[in-house]
Nanobody
């Protein structure tokens, strides 16, 4: 059974930064794709950033390109999301997810396991 645990959320002013972490356990981590999604109040869950297994190819939603960076530390079974220049519209619960596939995944239906989420609130 795979378990994912997010941390690092909180309250930050617009223009500030936060770094989210997601610790994974339960299976080989380095070979599988990881991703971050978010869900704002009243909205559907959406893709934010993804990283493939092995080579670490990345992809981002247009709304966060140039501001967010996804990375992974395979030795620590952890994936990170560095969020800079935060905006009030980034306010959401952020979820970590993993796929059984190695290639980069960007769709909710392609993810096999999910964390419980961490709340990020950006004040104006």
């Amino acid at each position: 059974q795979v378990q994912l645990a997010e941390s690092g959320g909180g309250l930050v002013q617009a223009g500030g930064s936060l770094r989210l972490s997601c610790a994974a356990s339960g299976r080989t981590f380095s070979m599988h794709a990881m991703a971050w999604f978010r869900q704002a109040p009243g909205k559907e869950r959406e893709f934010v950033a993804g990283i493939s297994g092995w080579r670490g190819a990345t992809d981002y939603a247009d709304s966060v390109k140039g501001r967010f960076t996804i990375s992974r530390d395979n030795a620590k079974n952890t994936v990170f999301l560095q969020m800079n220049s935060l905006k009030p519209e980034d306010t959401a619960v952020y979820y970590c997810a993993t796929s059984l596939r190695m290639s980069l995944q960007t769709r909710l239906g392609e993810m096999d396991y999910w964390g419980k989420g961490t709340l990020v609130t950006v004040s104006s």
